[in-house]
C-alpha cells in the first residue's frame, strides 16, 4: 500500500509538472462512469436484417471472383498479395506504384487506387476486398457478439487507445464502420431503436476544421464560418479560380479533400491517388490552398517550430503528445513526426470538445428528466435512444448543450439527425417526416 501511494504521488506530481492534472481529474476520471454506463446499454442490432444482407455479401462476393477471375485471364486470389502482384505487374504490365517495407511490389489500398485508372481489375479488387471486410469484420463479427438475451452489442471504448486523445471503440469497433460506400452504410441499417423511440445523431459540422481555423486564425477561413458558406465550395472557388456559384461537384469534392488533407498532413501522393488526378495537380493543389489560406500555411510553420523546441504538441485543454522524433535522421520517420505534430492539435482538439459535450450531457440525462440514454461515440458523432414523442425537444436541447461545450473563435454547429436506424436518418426539424 505504502509503495502504492507513493506511485500514485510520483504520478500525479508528474501530471502536475507537465500541466495535465487538470485534464484527468476534470475531463478523463468522470468519463470513465459515462463511457462504463454507455458500454452496458449497448445498443439494438436487428439479426434477421444482418443474417440476410450476409447472404447478399456472399452471392456479391461470387460474382465479383467471376469477374476478376475473367479479367486476370485465370483465377485469382483477390486477397493473395503475391498472386495480384504477379497479375498485375507482370502479367500485365501495370507500373510499381510504391514498395512495401520489405521492398516487396505493394497490392495495398492506395496502390490499387492508383492503378484503378489504367486498368479495370485493381478496381473490382477493391470491391471484393471491402464486401469481404465487411461480411467477416461486421457482419459475422456483430452476429458473433450479439447478445441473445437482449439483442444488443456492447462495444468497449478505450481512452487511452490513441496519442491524440481519441476515443477508440474495441470488439466490436464501431467507429470505422464505412459510411461512404452503399455497402458500408447498409450495415448502419443493421443498428436500430427499440419500438416507441428512435435512434438521434448529434454531429459537430466540420469540427476539425473549425479548430484549424480557431487556432490558426486565418481570416479568410475564420471569415467562411462566421458567414456560414460552405466552405468545400468556397475552397474550391479560391484554388480553382472560379466564382462560387460554378463551382462543379468534382471541384468541391477536390477542395473537401484539401481541406481534410491540409489538417492530416497529406502528402501529394496520397491525394492523388484519393483524387484520382496526376501527383502535380495533386501537389498544385495544395500549393494553392496554402497561397489562399496563409494563415494556415504560418500556423503549421509555427506550430512545428514550437513543436521542435518543446519536444511535444499541445490540444485544446492541454493534452500533450510528446514527439522525440522530430530530429530523426531517418527520412520517414522524421516526416510522419512533422504530420503528427500537425495534425494533433487539430484532432486533439475536436476530442477534447466531444468530451467536454459527453460530460455536460451526461450530466443532465442524470437527472432523469429526459427519456434518453446515451449509447455511442463516433468520432465527432453522438448517439442516442429517445423516446419518439420527445425527439424534438430533445435534438433542440442537445444541438444547444453540444455547441455551447466549448467556446471557439468561430462558431461551433452541430447536426442533428432521427431515425429508425442509424442509416435512414432524417433533420428533425421535419420531425413529422421521420418514419
Given at each position: 500500500?505504502v509503495?502504492?501511494?507513493?506511485g500514485?504521488?510520483?504520478?500525479?506530481?508528474?501530471?502536475r509538472?507537465?500541466?495535465?492534472?487538470?485534464?484527468?481529474?476534470?475531463?478523463?476520471?468522470?468519463?470513465?462512469?459515462?463511457?462504463?454506463?454507455?458500454?452496458?446499454?449497448?445498443?439494438?442490432?436487428?439479426?434477421?436484417y444482418?443474417?440476410?444482407?450476409?447472404?447478399?455479401?456472399?452471392?456479391?462476393?461470387?460474382?465479383?471472383?467471376k469477374?476478376?477471375?475473367?479479367?486476370?485471364?485465370?483465377?485469382l486470389n483477390?486477397?493473395?498479395?503475391?498472386?495480384?502482384?504477379?497479375?498485375?505487374?507482370?502479367?500485365?504490365?501495370?507500373?510499381?506504384?510504391?514498395?512495401?517495407?520489405?521492398?516487396?511490389?505493394?497490392?495495398?489500398?492506395?496502390?490499387?487506387?492508383?492503378?484503378?485508372?489504367?486498368?479495370?481489375?485493381?478496381?473490382?479488387?477493391l470491391?471484393?476486398?471491402?464486401?469481404?471486410?465487411?461480411?467477416?469484420?461486421?457482419?459475422?463479427?456483430l452476429?458473433q457478439?450479439?447478445d441473445?438475451?437482449?439483442?444488443?452489442v456492447?462495444?468497449?471504448?478505450?481512452?487511452?487507445?490513441?496519442?491524440?486523445?481519441?476515443?477508440?471503440?474495441?470488439?466490436?469497433?464501431?467507429q470505422?464502420?464505412?459510411?461512404?460506400?452503399?455497402?458500408?452504410?447498409?450495415?448502419?441499417?443493421?443498428?436500430?431503436?427499440?419500438?416507441?423511440k428512435?435512434l438521434?445523431s448529434?454531429?459537430y459540422?466540420?469540427?476539425?476544421l473549425?479548430?484549424?481555423?480557431?487556432?490558426?486564425?486565418?481570416?479568410?477561413?475564420?471569415?467562411s464560418?462566421?458567414?456560414?458558406?460552405?466552405?468545400?465550395?468556397?475552397?474550391?472557388s479560391?484554388?480553382?479560380?472560379v466564382?462560387?456559384?460554378?463551382?462543379?461537384?468534382d471541384?468541391r469534392?477536390?477542395?473537401?479533400?484539401?481541406?481534410?488533407?491540409?489538417?492530416?498532413?497529406?502528402?501529394?501522393?496520397?491525394?492523388?491517388?484519393?483524387?484520382?488526378?496526376?501527383?502535380?495537380?495533386?501537389g498544385?493543389?495544395?500549393?494553392?490552398?496554402?497561397?489562399?489560406?496563409?494563415?494556415?500555411?504560418?500556423?503549421?510553420?509555427?506550430n512545428?517550430?514550437?513543436?521542435?523546441?518543446?519536444?511535444?504538441?499541445?490540444?485544446?485543454?492541454?493534452?500533450?503528445?510528446?514527439?522525440?522524433?522530430?530530429?530523426?535522421?531517418?527520412?520517414?520517420?522524421?516526416q510522419?513526426?512533422?504530420?503528427a505534430?500537425?495534425?494533433?492539435?487539430?484532432?486533439?482538439?475536436?476530442?477534447?470538445?466531444?468530451?467536454?459535450?459527453?460530460?455536460g450531457?451526461?450530466?443532465?440525462?442524470?437527472?432523469?428528466k429526459?427519456?434518453a440514454?446515451?449509447?455511442?461515440?463516433v468520432?465527432?458523432?453522438?448517439?442516442?435512444?429517445?423516446?419518439?414523442?420527445?425527439?424534438p425537444?430533445?435534438?433542440?436541447?442537445?444541438?444547444?448543450?453540444?455547441?455551447?461545450?466549448?467556446?471557439?473563435?468561430?462558431?461551433?454547429?452541430?447536426?442533428?439527425?432521427?431515425?429508425?436506424n442509424?442509416?435512414?436518418?432524417?433533420?428533425?426539424?421535419?420531425?413529422?417526416k421521420?418514419?
Amino acid at each position: 500500500r505504502v509503495a502504492a501511494a507513493r506511485g500514485r504521488e510520483a504520478l500525479v506530481a508528474k501530471m502536475r509538472r507537465t500541466k495535465v492534472l487538470d485534464l484527468f481529474e476534470k475531463v478523463e476520471t468522470p468519463l470513465c462512469s459515462v463511457l462504463r454506463d454507455m458500454e452496458r446499454l449497448g445498443i439494438l442490432l436487428d439479426e434477421a436484417y444482418l443474417r440476410e444482407l450476409s447472404k447478399e455479401f456472399g452471392l456479391s462476393l461470387a460474382g465479383l471472383q467471376k469477374e476478376i477471375d475473367v479479367l486476370a485471364g485465370s483465377s485469382l486470389n483477390p486477397q493473395s498479395p503475391k498472386q495480384l502482384g504477379e497479375v498485375l505487374f507482370d502479367k500485365l504490365g501495370l507500373s510499381v506504384v510504391h514498395k512495401t517495407a520489405k521492398g516487396g511490389r505493394s497490392t495495398d489500398e492506395e496502390t490499387l487506387s492508383v492503378l484503378a485508372a489504367s486498368h479495370a481489375l485493381p478496381g473490382k479488387v477493391l470491391e471484393y476486398r471491402e464486401i469481404a471486410k465487411l461480411e467477416s469484420t461486421y457482419v459475422q463479427g456483430l452476429l458473433q457478439r450479439l447478445d441473445p438475451a437482449t439483442h444488443r452489442v456492447h462495444t468497449s471504448f478505450d481512452q487511452a487507445g490513441t496519442l491524440t486523445g481519441r476515443l477508440s471503440s474495441l470488439d466490436p469497433n464501431l467507429q470505422n464502420i464505412p459510411a461512404r460506400s452503399e455497402a458500408g452504410r447498409r450495415i448502419r441499417r443493421a443498428f436500430i431503436a427499440p419500438k416507441g423511440k428512435l435512434l438521434v445523431s448529434a454531429d459537430y459540422s466540420q469540427i476539425d476544421l473549425r479548430v484549424l481555423a480557431h487556432e490558426s486564425e486565418d481570416p479568410t477561413l475564420m471569415e467562411s464560418f462566421v458567414q456560414g458558406v460552405d466552405i468545400h465550395r468556397r475552397t474550391a472557388s479560391e484554388i480553382f479560380h472560379v466564382p462560387v456559384g460554378d463551382v462543379t461537384t468534382d471541384q468541391r469534392r477536390a477542395a473537401k479533400a484539401v481541406n481534410f488533407g491540409i489538417v492530416y498532413g497529406q502528402t501529394a501522393f496520397g491525394l492523388s491517388a484519393q483524387l484520382g488526378v496526376s501527383q502535380q495537380d495533386a501537389g498544385a493543389y495544395i500549393k494553392s490552398y496554402l497561397e489562399r489560406y496563409p494563415g494556415v500555411s504560418a500556423w503549421v510553420e509555427r506550430n512545428l517550430e514550437k513543436a521542435r523546441r518543446d519536444g511535444c504538441v499541445r490540444t485544446l485543454l492541454g493534452r500533450v503528445r510528446w514527439l522525440p522524433d522530430l530530429a530523426a535522421q531517418n527520412a520517414s520517420l522524421r516526416q510522419f513526426t512533422e504530420r503528427a505534430a500537425r495534425n494533433t492539435p487539430i484532432q486533439g482538439g475536436s476530442a477534447d470538445i466531444i468530451k467536454l459535450a459527453m460530460l455536460g450531457v451526461a450530466a443532465e440525462l442524470s437527472k432523469g428528466k429526459r427519456h434518453a440514454q446515451m449509447l455511442l461515440q463516433v468520432h465527432d458523432e453522438l448517439i442516442f435512444e429517445v423516446e419518439k414523442s420527445e425527439v424534438p425537444a430533445f435534438a433542440s436541447w442537445v444541438r444547444g448543450a453540444m455547441e455551447q461545450a466549448v467556446k471557439l473563435r468561430v462558431p461551433v454547429v452541430v447536426d442533428v439527425k432521427a431515425g429508425a436506424n442509424w442509416q435512414d436518418m432524417q433533420g428533425v426539424w421535419a420531425p413529422e417526416k421521420i418514419k
